[in-house]
Every structure is written in structure tokens, then in C-alpha cells.
């Protein structure tokens, strides 16, 4: 046998054990989320487990163990017989608009756990994942997941932060969001500024009929969705071009930078929003870099790779790497002009 530390591998195994312990809550969370329990618990908690199950019409048995996990993870209070969600608790389980609702990232981890086949076989072939071969909606879950930071932040505090740039779009600008997703960054932006238009871009056909139901839902006329590369995508003379949490998932990112560079009109400006990440792997070893690098191998690294040149840089690529692939592109200036604990956010001009 080894010569163990007993005391450091006694930290391990309670290391291991809680991660474990998370690992088999994703499934019940996400069933939570999905029959309403935390909602219908906040609304009429404290509530018996039969109380609960009536009100979300569920079995009372399955409900019964599902608070009993719920309450041994800490994710809901017990006292006395009765169950309820702190503050603290909805903020995270039942406030959809919150700015630390975390459902979507349960989401996004129960699609990395069913992408693993094909992950793994990347491994051994040095092969990409393209998007649109992602297990389940990674799409879906994608964008619920970065919903939160961009309904808190991105109207209130990142575009006022941009030098000139809100009073522009208050004005009337013209605004590329490229690889915009399901859209949800470029709603945002056209509900807040009914002046500017707005055109999102993303390579994947099947996100941009999603944005475009999404924004017919609400009945924007002031936005509009095509398919498009970051790298060649139609377009010109735009006042801001923004990038959320998707240059790094590019194959070629300096080339999609020096298409941005030409898409811009003279005083433009690009706006890249990226994962919050430190320049070294040392600094980067802390919740935040732990649950980003574990996405970037299972998402983002192998997205990167099935596209051409597959620079990968990774979801942790750190501001002074980021910078250096904007500046690629014919950039002079890039500074951070906002953060948040999960996002930076870069001017480039």
C-alpha cells in the first residue's frame, strides 16, 4: 500500500463525495424545474410533501423523496414536517429573471453528460464536435443558461459602459449580433433601443428559427435573423457588432475578427463578451474556471475543432489570449470595459 496522507485523503473523499452529490441532482432539479415544483413550492410553501404534490398534481411518493434530496442538498428548508424555499433559494430555483437563476446550467450539464460518446471518441481521433451534432438541445439549454447575466447586465450595464455607444443606439444605430444563438442577446438589445436595428447572425440553421419565432413572439419589427459565419456573414457599416460568450467557440476567431473589423463603419465598435477567466491556469483554479473548463472540453473546444483552422482557444482563453486574437483582426484598441463574476466584457475599436 501507499504511504497516504489519511488526512488529505480524507479531504478528497468528502471532495469527491459532494461532487457526487451534485452529479445526482441534476436530473432532479431539472425534473423540479420542469413539473413546477420549486415554482408551486414558493407560492404556497411551507408546505407537507402531500400539500406540494396536490398543488403541483404529482405522485405524493415521488414527491415525498424529491423534497427529502432537495432538502438534504440545501436546495430547499425543512422544519418541522413542512418544506419552503428561502430567499436565497427561489433567487436560484424559482426567479427565472434572476440574475443567479442556475437551472440552465443543470440543463447544459445533462447535455454534456449525454454528449460523452461522441466526445470521447474526439479524444482518440483529435476530431471536432461540431454544434449542430451536440447531444439534445445543448442549444436550448445553452441559452438558458447565459439568460440571466444578459436580462441583468447587458442593457444596464455593459452597453453603457462602451465609449459613445449608448447614446447612439438611443439615436438610431445599425447593430450586428454575430453568433447570436436563440437571439435572446439581440431581443434584449431591440426591446431597449426601438430606434437602432438589429440583425443577429449565427451558423446554425436551427437557432436562427428559433430567434426568429422568438422574436415574432414578441413583435419586434426592429430586428431581423439570418444564418451566417462570423467570418464571411452579410452586412456593412455597422456602428456595433457584438459577440456573446461565442468567439471563442469560433474555429478561425481572427479571421471572424478581421471580417468584423470590415463590417464596422469608421468610429465603430465590437463588443466581445466572453466567460470571466484569468490569463494562467493557476489563477484560473476556482469554482468559476473549474465549471467553464469542464464545458469547454465537453462544448466548446470540441465545437471549435469541426470547424476550419480550429484554433480552439477554449472557454478559459483569458483576456491577454483574447486580446491578442481581437488586435489579429486590425483592432488598435481593446480594453475591459465591464465584468461581471462570469463574464468579461471587451471594447475593441
Excluded at 118 to 134: C, N
Excluded at 294 to 299: D, G, L, R
Aim: net charge negative; proline share 5%.
Amino acid at each position: 500500500m501507499p504511504d497516504l496522507n489519511e488526512t488529505t485523503l480524507n479531504e478528497l473523499v468528502g471532495r469527491v463525495l459532494g461532487d457526487l452529490g451534485g452529479a445526482v441532482s441534476v436530473p432532479l432539479v431539472r425534473i423540479g424545474d420542469a413539473l413546477g415544483l420549486y415554482r408551486t413550492l414558493k407560492q404556497i410553501g411551507p408546505a407537507t410533501a402531500d400539500e406540494l404534490a396536490k398543488a403541483a398534481e404529482c405522485a405524493p411518493r415521488y414527491v415525498r423523496e424529491w423534497l427529502a434530496a432537495q432538502a438534504a442538498s440545501g436546495y430547499v428548508q425543512h422544519e418541522h414536517g413542512q418544506f419552503s424555499l428561502t430567499p436565497e433559494q427561489a433567487y436560484v430555483f424559482a426567479e427565472p429573471d434572476s440574475p443567479v437563476h442556475l437551472i440552465g446550467a443543470f440543463d447544459t450539464a445533462a447535455a454534456m453528460l449525454e454528449n460523452q460518446p461522441k466526445v470521447q471518441a474526439a479524444f482518440k481521433t483529435g476530431r471536432g464536435v461540431a454544434w449542430g451534432e451536440q447531444a439534445g438541445c445543448l442549444f436550448c439549454a445553452v441559452a438558458r443558461l447565459f439568460r440571466p447575466g444578459y436580462v441583468n447586465a447587458l442593457v444596464q450595464e455593459w452597453l453603457p459602459a462602451l465609449d459613445g455607444v449608448l447614446d447612439k443606439l438611443k439615436q438610431g444605430a445599425k447593430v450586428a449580433d454575430v453568433g447570436c444563438g436563440h437571439g435572446l442577446s439581440t431581443i434584449l438589445m431591440a426591446q431597449a433601443f426601438p430606434k437602432s436595428q438589429f440583425t443577429g447572425y449565427d451558423f446554425h440553421a436551427g437557432s436562427i428559427a428559433a430567434a426568429s419565432a422568438h422574436a415574432q413572439s414578441h413583435g419586434l419589427t426592429n430586428l431581423h435573423f439570418e444564418v451566417g459565419r462570423a467570418q464571411d456573414f452579410t452586412g456593412r457599416d455597422f456602428d456595433l457588432i457584438t459577440c456573446f460568450d461565442c468567439l471563442h467557440d469560433m474555429g478561425d476567431p481572427e479571421a471572424a475578427a478581421a471580417h468584423i473589423r470590415k463590417a464596422l463603419k469608421p468610429g465603430g465598435v465590437w463588443m466581445v463578451v466572453e466567460p470571466m477567466a484569468a490569463d494562467t491556469l493557476d489563477e484560473n483554479i476556482n469554482p468559476v474556471g473549474r465549471l467553464y473548463y469542464s464545458a469547454s472540453t465537453m462544448i466548446c473546444v470540441p465545437t471549435s475543432l469541426a470547424q476550419e483552422t480550429g484554433l480552439a482557444l477554449g472557454a478559459q482563453a483569458g483576456e491577454r489570449r483574447l486580446t491578442e486574437v481581437i488586435r489579429s483582426g486590425g483592432f488598435s484598441k481593446v480594453r475591459r470595459a465591464a465584468q461581471t463574476p462570469l463574464n468579461m466584457v471587451l471594447e475593441a475599436s
